[in-house]
């Protein structure tokens, strides 16, 4: 599984990051880097929860890309 994390700039100056594929995956960070690195563990919570609640079929791996 391949997900882009989307990472922008706020106008306050926080950082935001996406996961777009798994809803609700949105987080803020101080910086890029951080904001990047939060959206990729949130979405690895997201994707766990759903392997054992049935919800996603198993992988073998995934992966992130700055989009």
Do not use: C, H, T
Not at 35 to 41: C, L, M, P, R
Not at 61 to 66: I, L
């Amino acid at each position: 599984m391949n997900f882009k994390v989307e990472v922008d700039r706020e106008d306050d100056g926080r950082w935001i990051a996406e996961v777009a594929e798994l809803p609700g995956v949105l987080v803020y960070g101080a910086s890029a880097q951080e904001a990047q690195a939060k959206a990729q563990a949130l979405a690895l919570r997201v994707l766990a929860d759903r392997l054992e609640n049935g919800e996603a079929p198993p992988f073998e791996s995934v992966s992130f890309a700055a989009a």
